[in-house]
């Protein structure tokens, strides 16, 4: 007996899921076309208002542009000179105040590695004050030899 309502409900399931995506089927194609419809016509309405403009625009741009071309090129580089300009004095005053802290000792970040390689510099400034030692030594006695 419930072998027979379990079928009866599986059957009745099937009816409902076949029926149901229709109904869905058909509401998304309405969806659908009315989205892809309303994105057509302002596709349209965007291409033709372009197309208005440029036309409207086109004498306008080719009787200022000998104005207009310097004029870019000015404000470009005056834009890019100021902001390289600043950019250079945030640099510098970072780098003033990090010696600022390395000099009067409250150890900036960075100021291990610093050490660190002033250290290798004095270590391999002093390994060739003693080869230059070594090697002036070796001519003078070879010359003398001579």
């Not at 419930?2 to 058909?26: C, E, I, K, W």
């Not at 194609?29 to 033709?48: D, E, F, R």
């Not at 071309?69 to 950019?87: D, E, H, K, W």
């Not at 250079?88 to 409250?106: D, E, H, M, Q």
């Amino acid at each position: 007996m419930a072998d027979y309502y379990g079928q009866q409900h599986t059957q009745h399931q099937q009816l409902n899921s076949v029926q149901q995506p229709r109904s869905h089927q058909m509401v998304k194609a309405a969806t659908a076309v009315t989205a892809g419809g309303s994105l057509l016509v302002l596709s349209g309405l965007t291409l033709a208002g372009t197309v208005i403009a440029l036309t409207v625009a086109t004498p306008l741009l080719v009787i200022f542009s000998p104005v207009i071309v310097p004029a870019v090129i000015t404000i470009f580089m005056l834009v890019s000179g100021f902001l390289a300009s600043g950019g250079f004095g945030v640099a510098a005053i970072s780098v003033l105040s990090w010696i600022y802290r390395y000099v009067t000792g409250k150890r900036p970040p960075g100021a291990d590695q610093l050490e660190h390689a002033r250290h290798r510099l004095a270590t391999k400034a002093g390994e060739m004050k003693d080869r230059a030692q070594e090697f002036g030594q070796q001519h003078v006695t070879g010359t003398q030899q001579g």
